[in-house]
């Protein structure tokens, strides 16, 4: 929930050092506890102050900022889910109780449905210690082998392991599942747990192999892609910058979307498209690739288009062979196809987006 603004505060933190935060530590400090961070960070950067100073300074730094902190996409969803069927549940945290606290009073929902908070100053060892998830079943009263953490980083998964847990991890930093093999199953964002795996009462709002959202909004000029849509997949996409939608982009994870695309001089028309990294190709940059499900005569490269998405079909994904990668999209047209012609996404045609012409998104 809250990686992407300790970034930002490290950030402003190394300058008065004369240094500068490259997120090349990122993955040494997710999940580990406040002073294991502040030992890494000092080291690393060669910081000339101690490790309490550390914390005390980054952390009444990143307080200031709680209040802009999102949570994960699918988080509500989920803890919604839980909280109305009457399932327990617990928060287990490297972080202290008192900035759990903290960073939960800006959740709406959230402080009622934990019935049980642990912070690593509650127990002797943190994570990869099973102590904070042991600790937690037994204020649950729930037998740690009938508990089923959720966990996004590796430690955690370590940690939920070694307490006889069952875990699901949902990994925090792009393209690194393959250090989770530990988690008993490793998903892309919690948009797709599927609780009934884990005898957990089921989402009851999926429609037609959709998951509906608020619509948002990506506009700007089309621009020249990877060159492999239409000639290595026979899909012409019509690529946008990701340039100025970073805040976007970290709210929806990597993906299947659909929605409606309208193009500054040519109408609107249906859409799927995905955002990520592209598994199969294995992308070194994170890209939005929508496929506009109309046939055009030409290209319009620089032509303003403008992006409705109302909903969500699935992770990202690799596949064993060009051929079923390329039957999963035309696949996945199908889906958004049948979808788009349901009122509920419908509706979404006339979106007055649509049919402006500035680049900015909303």
Known sequence: ????????????????????????????????????????????????????????????????????????????????????????MALASNSHRATIESKISYQHGWKESFSVIVGSDEVRTGKPSPDIFLEAAKRLNMEPSSSLVIEDSVIGVVAGKAAGMEVVAVPSLPKQTHRYIAADEVINSLLDLRPEKWGLPPFQDWIEGTLPSEPWYIGGPVVKGLGRGSKVLGIPTANLSTEGYSDVLSEHPSGVYFGWAGLSTRGVYKMVMSIGWNPYFDNAEKTIEPWLLHEFDEDFYDEELHLVIVGYIRPEANFPSLETLIAKIHEDRKVAERALDLPLYSKYRDDPYLKITSSKGQ
């Open 1 to 88: 929930m809250t990686d992407g603004m300790f970034s930002e505060v490290l950030k402003t933190f190394l300058v008065k050092y004369g240094k500068e935060w490259d997120g090349r530590e990122k993955h040494k400090i997710v999940g580990k506890t406040p002073l294991e961070e502040a030992a890494i960070i000092v080291e690393d950067y060669g910081l000339p102050c101690a490790k309490h100073e550390f914390v005390n300074e980054v952390y009444s730094m990143f307080s200031d900022h709680l209040c802009k902190v999102k949570a994960l996409p699918g988080a509500n969803r989920l803890i919604k889910h839980l909280s109305c069927h009457g399932v327990p």
